[in-house]
């Protein structure tokens, strides 16, 4: 048996679409111990996301790390959880509604590297309907192997089993995108004029291990550019603002300086109110609503902090939106 796929029954003069696919990281289908296992399984099994042998990863992943790990992030999820949902996937959804608005003569849909809906799937669904020309966007600004390098790992797996394979562009960064500068400048701003202005803001972006850094992976240049841009752009002296990496996993060395570590030090160092945004998520989430808005803020109190402000991200924001369509649209030229 062959291991392409057989095509849908498109006629051959149909085959003419084009399509925008969204990608983000994914979600776990409720905020319970239950669902987050197969997501966490999922997510942590990519050998895009943890670089060592299976034979020493998975063991350890199938016995400490799944017993004991699903439990504490179901209590994170907990707290953050729409009513409707999970954060990151409204948002995300949100996110290609208003870009469909921006393309009425391209196909926009959504997907997850990790959990639902599928990138495979999608994927597959956008064939049946005859699309022939895809543009893929990781919604991670700054590229990093474990993100946007996964993401279109998945991407490139599924036009692999195509017998009549798709035209495929990817967008696989965007931190120095002036259109996405600008939004989050619009945003950080905004929040400003509603909540003044703390002693310092931080820009905390999701950590990676060093190691991956020290062998080729460009992200922390990118997020040091994105930082530059927007200080230019906010007009921020150097004492204004500092960049710091949160989530850290495992014991090998992560990026630094550390944002929890920081959130410690900086009230000791006389910032006594303290803004904090994170530029390299696009959609709020776990990670930005619980371990920077709820642990964040608690941790910087703790230190004698006394006002924490954390920054939104851009989420659906019209002017991402706009400059979300304007990326698209220079990356379907010729397309469309």
Same mark, same amino acid.
């Given at each position: ?24 990281? &994914?979600? =776990?289908? $409720?905020?319970?111990? *239950?669902?987050?296992?197969?997501? /966490?399984? %999922?997510? #942590?099994? +990519?050998?895009? !996301? ?34 409707? &949902?999970? =954060?990151? $996937?409204?948002?995300? *959804?949100?996110?290609?509604?208003? /870009?469909? %608005?921006? #393309?009425? +003569?391209?196909? !926009? ?38 993100? $946007? ?188």
């Amino acid at each position: 048996m062959s291991r392409f796929r057989t095509e849908p029954a498109v006629a051959f003069s149909e085959q003419n679409r084009t399509a925008v696919l969204l990608l983000n990281l &994914g979600t =776990p289908e $409720a905020p319970t111990a *239950e669902a987050v296992r197969p997501y /966490l399984r %999922e997510f #942590l099994s +990519d050998e895009r !996301v943890v670089e060592l042998p299976k034979v020493l990863w998975q063991p350890i992943l199938h016995g400490a790390v799944l017993t004991l790990r699903p439990k504490k992030s179901a209590h994170g999820y907990e707290k953050v959880w729409f009513p409707e &949902g999970s =954060p990151l $996937a409204i948002y995300t *959804e949100q996110q290609a509604a208003g /870009l469909a %608005e921006q #393309l009425p +003569d391209v196909i !926009v849909r959504h997907a997850m590297t990790y959990g639902k809906p599928s990138i495979s799937d999608t994927i597959d669904e956008l064939k049946a309907q005859g699309v022939s020309q895809l543009l893929v966007i990781p919604l991670y600004p700054q590229y990093a192997a474990s993100s $946007a390098g996964a993401a279109l790992d998945k991407v490139l797996s599924t036009l692999f089993y195509q017998r009549n394979m798709m035209s495929l562009r990817t967008v696989s960064r965007f931190y120095d995108d002036e259109h996405y500068i600008n939004a989050l400048s619009k945003q950080i701003q905004a929040y400003w004029a509603q909540h003044g202005r703390g002693d310092k803001i931080m820009f905390s972006f999701h950590g990676v291990p060093q190691a991956n850094c020290d062998q080729g992976d460009p992200y922390l240049f990118e997020c040091s550019k994105t930082v530059h841009l927007l200080a230019e752009k906010l007009d921020l002296k150097q004492q204004d603002y500092i960049m710091a990496f949160q989530s850290r996993f495992g014991k090998a060395k992560w990026i630094e300086p550390s944002t929890q570590d920081l959130l410690e030090i900086l009230p000791k160092q006389g910032v006594s109110k303290l803004d904090v945004v994170c530029p390299g998520f696009i959609s709020d989430c776990l990670e930005t609503m619980e371990e920077i808005a709820i642990a964040g803020r608690e941790a910087f109190h703790a230190a004698g902090g006394t006002q924490f402000n954390y920054i939104p991200c851009l989420n659906a924001n019209p002017a991402w939106i706009d400059a979300l369509g304007k990326l698209a649209k220079q990356h379907l030229q010729g397309w469309i």
